[in-house]
């Protein structure tokens, strides 16, 4: 599997194939927006979302200036402070909460973002919560072979590339040459979960066993929300939240 102790590029996308097969292409579903099912596979019974990290700007004492009403002729400097969680977010601007619950729905809420408000990062996973998230999944792996594939749009060379190796290797492939970021889809080989971050999104999906799901709802660091196959994703998903 490994060489010389760096995670394995492998030449073929055959491993991935299963994830092709068994998710519903987004460009052929008619309904709007985009799903679960339209990335993770349907042999899952249970999916959860993974928020990226939400932060304040300690700078921004306005907490009710928008980001579209910021001069858009001035620098702007964005410093990352407290830590913030959604839900306490979605209490704080009377949200109702959904499934389709995101910090878009915050936007779609105030009909714009709060300058103070940090959102989450799109397309990758910060380094505290990959590091709980690789912690966390490390109790439902069963064999140490692991995959890993980064989209076209996170490769340097615009290719779909595929690793294999240990979970924890994970950690170290965001600082290898000609990546960016971390992985579009991680999964075991023995296929017990898949977890998706998309490059349009602040947060992370996972299908797997109710367990996981479980583990991951009750996490102390991490902050996830339970959905399913059918749930919206997109930024326009939260209907029972927008003005």
């Not at 299963?18 to 679960?36: K, M, N, Q």
Request: with cysteine.
């Amino acid at each position: 599997m490994k060489r010389g102790g760096q995670v394995e590029k492998l030449n073929s996308l055959e491993e991935y194939q299963w994830i092709r097969d068994e998710t519903v292409y987004f460009l052929s579903d008619e309904r709007p927006g985009s799903r679960v099912e339209n990335f993770l596979p349907n042999r899952f019974d249970h999916y959860c979302k993974v928020m990226h990290p939400l932060f304040r700007d300690p700078q921004i004492t306005d907490e009710h200036l928008l980001w579209s009403e910021f001069p858009p002729d001035q620098p702007i400097e964005i410093q990352l402070g407290e830590r913030l969680r959604l839900m306490e977010l979605a209490e704080k601007y009377g949200l109702e909460f959904s499934k389709e619950l995101s910090s878009a729905s915050i936007r779609l809420k105030l009909n714009g973002y709060p300058r103070y408000l940090i959102t989450g990062e799109e397309g990758d996973i910060e380094p505290e919560t990959l590091q709980a998230l690789v912690r966390l999944l490390q109790q439902f792996i069963r064999e140490d072979s692991c995959y890993f594939l980064y989209g076209l749009l996170k490769t340097e060379d615009y290719i779909d590339t595929l690793f294999r190796g240990e979970l924890a290797e994970v950690l170290e492939l965001p600082k290898r040459a000609g990546l960016r970021g971390t992985p579009t889809y991680w999964w075991p080989a023995d296929k017990a979960w898949c977890l998706y971050t998309d490059y349009d999104l602040d947060f992370s999906l996972v299908g797997g066993s109710r367990e996981l799901i479980d583990a991951l709802l009750a996490h102390d660091f991490l902050e996830c929300i339970e959905c399913d196959a059918a749930t919206r994703i997109d930024n326009q998903a939260d209907d029972t939240n927008r003005e």
